[in-house]
């Protein structure tokens, strides 16, 4: 069983880190170069750093995912198919490609269960007032080269935008060009948010961070002030 980093606070926030990892568990083969490990498709790109450090300054618990999202993908339903991606970004993943139920439900039972379960025994223990899941982005796809990302960090929402309707203004009154809903949709790609923060009426800020800001100390120091600031903004307001 694959459990994920727990980290204490007191603060009345829940930090959430689904794609923190690169990590793959013994006796998994994904078949694809180690060098790919260290890509976008496998991680966040910055965001175990930015999480701690935002768990720091905050004073806030944070549950932090110990496995690459190639092995399985704790930001989407179990039984979406995607959730054990057999490519991502043009790259395909051969040990995803025919992997028998077994192993499949085998994933999921040790590493997606325990991972969820941890957030809501943390949610019942000390329900927050917000909840922060923080990702990270490409400037570019692989397969689409041309299409820059303009955004040096978004806000994710699906039905609920109390936070991020916040969360934008906080970020844009610092001359920021923010993604609304971008580079991805909340609408389209929110599970996690979805199942413990809109299920259960709890606000939230899904806030994706271009990961060419993330890949030095100096980066996540600036991003941890910037997103600190911007949830303790946030928070007031609720």
């Given at each position: 069983?694959?459990?994920?980093?727990?980290?204490?606070?007191?603060?009345?926030?829940?930090?959430?880190?689904?794609?923190?990892?690169?990590?793959?568990?013994?006796?998994?083969?994904?078949?694809?170069?180690?060098?790919?490990?260290?890509?976008?498709?496998?991680?966040?790109?910055?965001?175990?750093?930015?999480?701690?450090?935002?768990?720091?300054?905050?004073?806030?618990?944070?549950?932090?995912?110990?496995?690459?999202?190639?092995?399985?993908?704790?930001?989407?339903?179990?039984?979406?198919?995607?959730?054990?991606?057999?490519?991502?970004?043009?790259?395909?993943?051969?040990?995803?490609?025919?992997?028998?139920?077994?192993?499949?439900?085998?994933?999921?039972?040790?590493?997606?269960?325990?991972?969820?379960?941890?957030?809501?025994?943390?949610?019942?223990?000390?329900?927050?007032?917000?909840?922060?899941?923080?990702?990270?982005?490409?400037?570019?796809?692989?397969?689409?080269?041309?299409?820059?990302?303009?955004?040096?960090?978004?806000?994710?929402?699906?039905?609920?935008?109390?936070?991020?309707?916040?969360?934008?203004?906080?970020?844009?009154?610092?001359?920021?060009?923010?993604?609304?809903?971008?580079?991805?949709?909340?609408?389209?790609?929110?599970?996690t948010c979805d199942r413990h923060a809109e299920a259960a009426h709890i606000p939230y800020l899904g806030?994706?961070?271009?990961?060419?800001?993330?890949?030095?100390?100096?980066?996540?120091?600036?991003?941890?002030?910037?997103?600190?600031?911007?949830?303790?903004?946030?928070?007031?307001?609720?």
């Open positions: 069983m694959s459990l994920p980093e727990i980290l204490p606070g007191t603060a009345d926030l829940l930090l959430i880190a689904d794609h923190a990892s690169a990590s793959v568990p013994p006796g998994i083969d994904l078949g694809i170069p180690p060098a790919l490990l260290n890509d976008h498709i496998a991680v966040d790109i910055g965001t175990d750093a930015l999480t701690r450090r935002l768990a720091r300054a905050l004073s806030a618990p944070a549950i932090i995912a110990t496995v690459s999202r190639l092995v399985v993908d704790l930001n989407r339903d179990p039984a979406d198919l995607g959730a054990v991606p057999a490519s991502s970004d043009g790259h395909m993943i051969p040990g995803n490609w025919t992997i028998p139920a077994d192993e499949r439900e085998m994933r999921i039972a040790a590493i997606h269960t325990p991972y969820h379960d941890a957030i809501a025994r943390q949610i019942a223990h000390a329900r927050p007032a917000l909840i922060i899941a923080v990702h990270s982005f490409t400037p570019c796809l692989a397969t689409r080269p041309d299409e820059q990302r303009p955004w040096p960090v978004g806000i994710l929402y699906n039905q609920d935008d109390r936070a991020a309707r916040r969360g934008l203004v906080a970020l844009a009154s610092r001359g920021l060009h923010v993604g609304d809903n971008q580079p991805y949709s909340g609408r389209d790609l929110n599970y806030i994706e961070v271009r990961n060419d800001g993330l890949q030095t100390k100096e980066g996540v120091a600036r991003w941890t002030h910037i997103l600190a600031d911007c949830i303790a903004t946030v928070r007031r307001g609720l």
